[in-house]
Protein backbone atom coordinates (compact mmCIF):
# COMPACT_ATOMS: atom_id res chain seq x y z
CA UNK A 1 0.00 0.00 0.00
CA UNK A 2 3.18 2.61 0.86
CA UNK A 3 4.53 1.61 -2.31
CA UNK A 4 0.96 2.36 -4.33
CA UNK A 5 0.68 5.62 -2.44
CA UNK A 6 3.85 6.73 -3.05
CA UNK A 7 4.04 5.92 -7.27
CA UNK A 8 0.76 8.07 -6.69
CA UNK A 9 1.85 11.15 -5.31
CA UNK A 10 5.20 11.00 -7.53
CA UNK A 11 3.17 10.67 -10.93
CA UNK A 12 1.11 13.40 -9.70
CA UNK A 13 4.05 15.26 -9.17
CA UNK A 14 5.72 14.52 -12.32
CA UNK A 15 2.83 15.28 -14.45
CA UNK A 16 2.15 18.32 -12.30
CA UNK A 17 6.08 19.47 -13.93
CA UNK A 18 6.36 21.97 -16.74
CA UNK A 19 8.62 24.29 -18.33
CA UNK A 20 6.27 27.24 -16.16
CA UNK A 21 8.05 25.72 -13.28
CA UNK A 22 11.94 25.56 -15.00
CA UNK A 23 14.86 27.14 -13.11
CA UNK A 24 16.03 29.52 -14.97
CA UNK A 25 18.98 30.56 -12.78
CA UNK A 26 22.13 28.65 -14.46
CA UNK A 27 20.39 29.38 -18.14
CA UNK A 28 20.18 33.38 -16.79
CA UNK A 29 23.49 33.64 -16.05
CA UNK A 30 25.15 31.60 -18.32
CA UNK A 31 23.54 33.76 -21.03
CA UNK A 32 24.39 36.51 -19.47
CA UNK A 33 27.82 35.79 -18.82
CA UNK A 34 28.11 35.08 -22.41
CA UNK A 35 26.76 38.59 -23.14
CA UNK A 36 29.45 40.34 -20.98
CA UNK A 37 31.94 38.45 -22.92
CA UNK A 38 30.76 39.59 -26.37
CA UNK A 39 29.74 42.65 -25.80
CA UNK A 40 33.65 43.15 -23.55
CA UNK A 41 31.77 44.45 -20.75
CA UNK A 42 33.01 45.00 -17.35
CA UNK A 43 30.57 43.68 -15.34
CA UNK A 44 30.20 42.85 -11.43
CA UNK A 45 28.09 40.28 -9.94
CA UNK A 46 26.11 41.26 -6.63
CA UNK A 47 25.06 38.26 -4.13
CA UNK A 48 21.48 37.80 -5.56
CA UNK A 49 22.51 37.08 -9.00
CA UNK A 50 21.93 41.07 -10.72
CA UNK A 51 25.17 41.60 -12.80
CA UNK A 52 25.64 45.69 -13.50
CA UNK A 53 27.99 47.90 -15.29
CA UNK A 54 29.12 51.19 -14.06
CA UNK A 55 29.95 53.50 -16.75
CA UNK A 56 29.67 56.64 -14.59
CA UNK A 57 29.00 56.59 -11.06
CA UNK A 58 27.67 60.18 -11.16
CA UNK A 59 28.52 62.54 -8.09
CA UNK A 60 24.83 63.07 -6.53
CA UNK A 61 23.01 61.59 -4.15
CA UNK A 62 22.83 57.73 -3.54
CA UNK A 63 19.32 56.62 -3.72
CA UNK A 64 18.39 53.05 -1.27
CA UNK A 65 15.47 50.54 -2.17
CA UNK A 66 12.96 52.92 -0.58
CA UNK A 67 13.79 56.19 -2.32
CA UNK A 68 11.86 57.45 -5.06
CA UNK A 69 13.85 57.83 -8.62
CA UNK A 70 14.20 59.66 -11.91
CA UNK A 71 15.75 57.70 -14.32
CA UNK A 72 16.00 57.47 -18.04
CA UNK A 73 16.41 53.88 -19.64
CA UNK A 74 16.34 51.68 -22.12
CA UNK A 75 15.46 47.95 -22.05
CA UNK A 76 16.25 44.88 -24.23
CA UNK A 77 16.70 41.32 -24.34
CA UNK A 78 20.50 39.97 -25.03
CA UNK A 79 19.33 39.69 -28.52
CA UNK A 80 19.55 43.98 -28.90
CA UNK A 81 15.50 43.80 -29.54
CA UNK A 82 13.69 46.78 -27.56
CA UNK A 83 10.56 46.17 -25.15
CA UNK A 84 11.06 49.41 -23.17
CA UNK A 85 12.33 52.80 -23.15
CA UNK A 86 11.62 56.12 -21.77
CA UNK A 87 12.35 59.39 -23.16
CA UNK A 88 15.07 61.18 -21.96
CA UNK A 89 13.44 63.41 -19.31
CA UNK A 90 13.24 59.61 -18.00
CA UNK A 91 10.45 58.25 -15.38
CA UNK A 92 10.05 59.03 -11.63
CA UNK A 93 8.87 55.91 -9.18
CA UNK A 94 9.57 54.86 -5.74
CA UNK A 95 12.20 52.12 -5.95
CA UNK A 96 9.58 50.06 -3.66
CA UNK A 97 6.94 49.54 -6.56
CA UNK A 98 9.53 48.40 -9.29
CA UNK A 99 11.01 44.56 -10.38
CA UNK A 100 14.01 43.54 -7.85
CA UNK A 101 16.51 43.88 -10.31
CA UNK A 102 15.59 47.89 -10.47
CA UNK A 103 15.30 47.47 -6.44
CA UNK A 104 18.96 47.00 -6.32
CA UNK A 105 20.30 47.85 -9.48
CA UNK A 106 19.52 51.86 -9.07
CA UNK A 107 21.26 51.78 -5.60
CA UNK A 108 24.87 51.57 -7.29
CA UNK A 109 25.00 54.32 -8.49
CA UNK A 110 24.46 58.12 -7.85
CA UNK A 111 22.79 61.00 -9.24
CA UNK A 112 23.95 61.81 -12.80
CA UNK A 113 25.26 57.97 -12.83
CA UNK A 114 24.60 55.90 -16.14
CA UNK A 115 25.23 51.96 -16.80
CA UNK A 116 24.10 49.00 -17.36
CA UNK A 117 21.41 46.21 -15.57
CA UNK A 118 21.77 42.93 -16.49
CA UNK A 119 18.69 41.30 -14.40
CA UNK A 120 18.39 37.19 -14.46
CA UNK A 121 14.31 36.16 -14.48
CA UNK A 122 14.08 35.53 -10.78
CA UNK A 123 14.77 39.13 -10.07
CA UNK A 124 12.40 40.67 -12.80
CA UNK A 125 9.35 38.86 -13.88
CA UNK A 126 10.01 35.24 -13.19
CA UNK A 127 9.11 31.85 -15.09
CA UNK A 128 5.35 33.90 -16.00
CA UNK A 129 6.48 36.98 -17.78
CA UNK A 130 4.66 39.58 -18.23
CA UNK A 131 3.33 41.65 -21.81
CA UNK A 132 6.02 41.31 -24.24
CA UNK A 133 8.85 39.54 -21.58
CA UNK A 134 8.49 35.80 -22.23
CA UNK A 135 9.10 33.77 -19.04
CA UNK A 136 12.31 33.12 -17.77
CA UNK A 137 13.73 36.09 -20.20
CA UNK A 138 17.09 38.14 -19.19
CA UNK A 139 16.56 42.11 -19.25
CA UNK A 140 19.19 44.54 -19.97
CA UNK A 141 18.52 47.67 -19.19
CA UNK A 142 21.16 51.08 -19.94
CA UNK A 143 20.08 53.58 -17.34
CA UNK A 144 20.75 57.24 -16.46
CA UNK A 145 19.90 58.13 -12.80
CA UNK A 146 18.85 61.51 -13.38
CA UNK A 147 17.62 62.34 -9.63
CA UNK A 148 16.97 61.07 -6.34
CA UNK A 149 13.75 63.19 -5.45
Not at 6 to 24: A, G, N, R, W
Not at 113 to 141: C, D, E, T
Request: hydrophobic share 35%; net charge negative.
Amino acid sequence: MKYIMFSLVLSLFVSCSSDDEKDYVALNDKEITDYIAKNNLAAEKSATGLYYVIDDEGTGEQPNSTSNVTVAYKGYFTNGTVFDQSDGEGISFGLQQVIAGWTEGITYFKEGGSGKLLIPSHLAYGNSGRGSIPGGAVLIFDINLISVN
